[in-house]
């Protein structure tokens, strides 16, 4: 019988990865969008349903956090809808020191389907992609971390793990915490990627309030900044200051280094469009 896997916003930076190592190992996957057939949008709930037809097992992101007041209203109406349409397995990705987002894995894991938690820390690729990609091509990573210190994780880790938990056995009713494998402070991770680049590229810490309107400057969506200046405010206060070794129990490789991230991003050209 053919599994059908449904990613959930698969245009995002682990989704999109995520379907396509799916599609490479050639089974059925359906990655959603507002503007697919049929069509996805968390903000209308009449959408979710047809995308569930079929389905047999969720990789489930949320956007734009978990740590927004919607989520847990909406991640269990989507589970709801899962498991009567006979979703057998969701695997959520969630947010290292998000008080928010452990109330959306709990009720994943109350959901009656099988569960698995990828709970994740700071993404390196948010240097590379997305609302910090300027900021390095200007040289200046403004954040309201201070010298808090992050063990980054490279999405495509993330990913790697995400399609062995949906297609080999043994993980269900497991939480994964997935870290890279040192912790680094903001600056030092504007240091590698200065080293990586030949840019100079520094960090200055910054308040919420001047984070946010520097991000709303940038073109970051209004709600995006919300949820990240909130985010932050709770989360970069070292609770995070640990690493684990889930990648590599789940892997059988060490997790990447966010160094090996900046050269590879580096080689790309992307900090010097």
Not at 2 to 26: I, Q, S, Y
Not at 43 to 71: C, H, I, Q
Not at 185 to 202: E, H, L, P, Q
Request: glycine fraction near 10%; proline fraction near 4%.
């Amino acid at each position: 019988m053919t599994t059908t896997f449904l990613v959930v916003g698969g245009t995002g930076k682990t989704d999109r990865r995520v379907a396509d190592r799916l599609r490479e190992r050639g089974v059925a996957v359906r990655s959603t969008s507002r503007r697919g057939t049929p069509p996805f949008d968390w903000g209308g709930r009449g959408t979710w349903a047809p995308v569930l037809e079929g389905v047999d097992a969720v990789y489930l992101t949320y956007y734009p956090d978990l740590a927004v007041p919607a989520a847990a209203g909406d991640i269990r109406a989507f589970t709801e809808l899962a498991v009567a349409a006979g979703v057998g397995h969701v695997v959520l990705l969630s947010g290292r020191g998000e008080e928010q987002a452990e109330v959306c894995e709990g009720i994943v894991r109350d959901c009656g389907a099988a569960w698995t938690v990828l709970r994740c820390s700071w993404f390196a690729q948010n240097f590379s992609e997305h609302f910090l990609l300027d900021a390095v091509r200007a040289g200046r990573i403004a954040l309201p971390a201070g010298t808090v210190t992050e063990p980054f994780v490279d999405v495509r880790d993330i990913a790697d793990v995400a399609v062995k938990v949906l297609t080999e056995p043994g993980h269900a009713g497991r939480r994964y915490e997935l870290t890279g494998p040192r912790l680094l402070s903001f600056a030092d991770a504007a240091a590698d990627i200065s080293a990586a680049s030949g840019r100079d590229v520094r960090y200055r810490a910054v308040s919420p309030a001047e984070f946010a309107a520097e991000a709303a400057a940038q073109g970051v969506p209004e709600a995006e900044v919300g949820a990240l200046t909130e985010l932050f405010a709770h989360v970069l206060d070292g609770r995070n200051e640990s690493v684990t070794q889930d990648v590599a129990a789940v892997l059988g490789r060490p997790a990447t280094d966010f160094a090996d991230f900046a050269r590879g991003a580096a080689a790309t050209g992307v900090w010097t469009r």
